[in-house]
Nanobody, 120 residues
Framework: DVQLQASGGGLVQAGGSLRLSCEVS????????IAWFRRAPGKELERVSC????????DYGEAVKGRFTISSDNAKKTFYLEMNSVKPEDTATYYCAADSVNNCIAMDFWGKGTLVTVSS
Protein backbone atom coordinates (compact mmCIF):
# COMPACT_ATOMS: atom_id res chain seq x y z
CA ASP A 1 0.00 0.00 0.00
CA VAL A 2 1.70 3.19 -1.24
CA GLN A 3 1.26 6.23 0.97
CA LEU A 4 2.86 9.67 1.06
CA GLN A 5 2.61 12.22 3.86
CA ALA A 6 3.90 15.75 3.34
CA SER A 7 4.82 18.06 6.19
CA GLY A 8 6.92 21.10 6.98
CA GLY A 9 4.87 23.90 5.52
CA GLY A 10 4.38 27.16 7.33
CA LEU A 11 4.97 30.89 7.27
CA VAL A 12 8.41 32.14 6.20
CA GLN A 13 9.75 35.57 5.34
CA ALA A 14 10.97 36.37 1.86
CA GLY A 15 14.63 35.48 1.52
CA GLY A 16 14.36 32.77 4.15
CA SER A 17 14.48 28.98 3.97
CA LEU A 18 12.13 26.11 4.62
CA ARG A 19 12.40 22.34 4.26
CA LEU A 20 9.44 20.21 3.29
CA SER A 21 9.39 16.48 4.05
CA CYS A 22 7.46 13.63 2.48
CA GLU A 23 7.39 10.38 4.45
CA VAL A 24 6.56 7.40 2.25
CA SER A 25 5.61 3.75 2.59
CA UNK A 26 5.09 0.92 0.11
CA UNK A 27 8.06 1.65 -2.18
CA UNK A 28 11.72 2.56 -2.22
CA UNK A 29 13.41 5.45 -3.98
CA UNK A 30 15.27 2.98 -6.16
CA UNK A 31 11.92 1.73 -7.49
CA UNK A 32 9.82 4.88 -7.90
CA UNK A 33 10.43 8.40 -9.12
CA ILE A 34 9.59 11.18 -6.67
CA ALA A 35 8.40 14.72 -7.21
CA TRP A 36 7.13 17.93 -5.67
CA PHE A 37 4.31 19.96 -7.18
CA ARG A 38 2.62 23.14 -6.05
CA ARG A 39 -0.61 24.98 -6.62
CA ALA A 40 -0.71 28.71 -5.95
CA PRO A 41 -4.07 30.39 -5.28
CA GLY A 42 -5.94 30.77 -8.55
CA LYS A 43 -3.24 29.03 -10.58
CA GLU A 44 -2.73 25.62 -12.14
CA LEU A 45 -0.74 22.79 -10.65
CA GLU A 46 2.96 23.28 -11.33
CA ARG A 47 5.74 20.72 -11.14
CA VAL A 48 8.53 22.01 -8.92
CA SER A 49 11.01 19.14 -9.11
CA CYS A 50 11.26 15.50 -10.06
CA UNK A 51 13.91 12.88 -9.37
CA UNK A 52 14.10 9.66 -11.35
CA UNK A 53 16.54 7.07 -10.04
CA UNK A 54 15.96 4.90 -13.14
CA UNK A 55 16.74 7.73 -15.56
CA UNK A 56 19.47 9.14 -13.32
CA UNK A 57 18.17 12.67 -13.52
CA UNK A 58 16.72 15.50 -11.49
CA ASP A 59 14.59 18.25 -13.02
CA TYR A 60 13.57 21.63 -11.62
CA GLY A 61 11.02 24.13 -12.79
CA GLU A 62 12.45 27.36 -14.13
CA ALA A 63 10.89 29.37 -11.33
CA VAL A 64 12.80 27.47 -8.63
CA LYS A 65 16.01 26.44 -10.39
CA GLY A 66 19.04 27.34 -8.29
CA ARG A 67 16.95 27.93 -5.16
CA PHE A 68 15.22 24.62 -4.41
CA THR A 69 16.79 21.17 -3.99
CA ILE A 70 15.13 17.74 -3.95
CA SER A 71 16.77 14.95 -1.98
CA SER A 72 15.91 11.61 -0.41
CA ASP A 73 16.92 9.50 2.57
CA ASN A 74 16.40 5.77 2.08
CA ALA A 75 16.89 4.93 5.75
CA LYS A 76 14.22 7.42 6.85
CA LYS A 77 11.93 6.60 3.90
CA THR A 78 11.56 10.33 3.45
CA PHE A 79 12.29 12.77 0.67
CA TYR A 80 12.69 16.49 0.97
CA LEU A 81 12.39 19.81 -0.77
CA GLU A 82 14.91 22.33 0.52
CA MET A 83 13.61 25.81 -0.30
CA ASN A 84 16.10 28.68 -0.13
CA SER A 85 15.81 32.37 -1.00
CA VAL A 86 12.05 32.03 -1.02
CA LYS A 87 9.90 34.65 -2.69
CA PRO A 88 6.27 35.69 -2.15
CA GLU A 89 5.43 33.98 -5.45
CA ASP A 90 6.49 30.66 -3.89
CA THR A 91 3.35 30.84 -1.75
CA ALA A 92 1.35 27.71 -2.56
CA THR A 93 0.14 24.36 -1.35
CA TYR A 94 2.93 21.87 -1.99
CA TYR A 95 2.27 18.23 -2.82
CA CYS A 96 4.63 15.28 -2.89
CA ALA A 97 4.08 12.55 -5.45
CA ALA A 98 5.50 9.23 -6.63
CA ASP A 99 5.86 7.69 -10.07
CA SER A 100 5.84 3.89 -10.33
CA VAL A 101 7.35 3.96 -13.83
CA ASN A 102 10.22 6.04 -12.45
CA ASN A 103 10.59 8.33 -15.45
CA CYS A 104 9.09 11.60 -14.17
CA ILE A 105 6.41 11.63 -16.87
CA ALA A 106 3.26 10.89 -14.86
CA MET A 107 2.61 10.62 -11.13
CA ASP A 108 0.29 7.92 -9.85
CA PHE A 109 0.49 8.43 -6.09
CA TRP A 110 -0.04 11.70 -4.23
CA GLY A 111 0.22 12.97 -0.70
CA LYS A 112 -1.99 15.59 0.86
CA GLY A 113 -0.65 19.10 0.52
CA THR A 114 1.24 21.28 2.93
CA LEU A 115 0.76 25.04 2.78
CA VAL A 116 3.73 27.38 2.40
CA THR A 117 3.16 31.09 2.84
CA VAL A 118 5.96 33.55 2.08
CA SER A 119 5.56 37.02 3.51
CA SER A 120 7.16 40.05 1.88
Amino acid sequence: DVQLQASGGGLVQAGGSLRLSCEVSGFTFDEYGIAWFRRAPGKELERVSCKSSRMGRIDYGEAVKGRFTISSDNAKKTFYLEMNSVKPEDTATYYCAADSVNNCIAMDFWGKGTLVTVSS
